[in-house]
């Protein structure tokens, strides 16, 4: 699945699994932290998330507020951590390091999780990559990216605030891939429904203040099956293959030979 760049763009990266809905999760958290300690993620907490959802029912649509509990078990160098749900496990890491590495600390989740709950099927699996491209002296953005990617982006614009680009795609009968770049002058850019990522990012990413593109680079199959961690490990691997050829499609071949 890939080796290290040694120069890699990936600052967040996040992979997924939905499974059928726990209403009553809360009562396996103890049991839970107590495993998922052993494999280093000592840290804790819980939180309400609040969001407003529309209603049309009724002569007018109306905003209803909805709650929902979210626990996260992150480990001590706060580089990454697993993050439950009542229908969902994610792992997410700012230190990415191997695909390898990667898949082996979600798939530890997911056999935690699976062992603890029983779980009865999978819903939809997901990866996703957030890639910050910085131009240097010797080779600007336009040296990184393909040319249809740079969008309203002209390196001697001085009045250009940002500009962003997006591609929906289907990918094979049930997977969707949807490509944003976002080229901005200023502080790393993050996704707002990513906001705060509550992990440290390094400090080559966060001294950023300049001209920089944000590759968002989000792929899932949404497809029903029964809950089996083998199975699971070969679609995590089909989705993240068709993130890493997205982005590969997204970048010119000497910015690949300059990250490696």
């Keep these: 699945m890939g080796e290290k760049m040694q120069n890699a763009p990936i600052f967040f990266t996040i992979g997924q699994v939905r499974f059928n809905p726990i209403l009553d999760m809360h009562r ?36 209803v507020s909805t709650s929902q509990k979210r626990w996260r078990f992150t480990n001590s160098k706060k580089t990454g951590e697993i993050v439950l749900f009542p229908n969902s496990i ?48 010797d080779h600007p953005l336009e040296a990184w990216l393909k040319p249809e990617l740079l969008g309203f982006y002209s390196g001697t614009n001085g009045t250009l605030k940002h500009s962003i680009l997006e591609g929906v795609s289907t990918v094979g009968p049930s997977g969707l891939l949807v490509q944003r770049v976002v080229i901005l002058r200023g502080v790393l850019a993050t996704p707002i429904d990513l906001m705060p990522i509550g992990l440290a990012i390094d400090t080559r990413f966060t001294s ?23 199975v699971i490990g070969e679609r995590l691997t089909a989705v993240k293959e068709e993130a890493s050829k997205a982005f590969r499609g997204a970048v010119s071949q000497l910015a690949l030979d300059l990250w490696r």
């Design 90 to 137: 994610s792992y997410q890491t700012t230190n990415y390091g191997t695909s390898q590495d990667f898949k082996s600390r979600l798939m530890i989740a997911i056999r935690v999780v699976h062992k603890e709950l029983n779980l009865d099927y999978v819903e939809q699996i997901g990866f996703r990559t957030l890639d910050a491209v910085i131009p240097s002296q």
């Design 208 to 230: 950023i203040n300049d001209w920089h593109a944000i590759l968002d680079t989000d792929c899932t199959a949404r497809e029903q099956f029964d809950f089996d961690p083998d």
């Design 28 to 63: 396996h958290i103890e049991a839970l932290q107590t495993e998922l300690r052993k494999y280093s993620f000592s840290g804790f907490s819980e939180e309400n998330l609040t969001s407003l959802q529309i209603d049309p029912a009724g002569e007018a649509p109306k905003a």
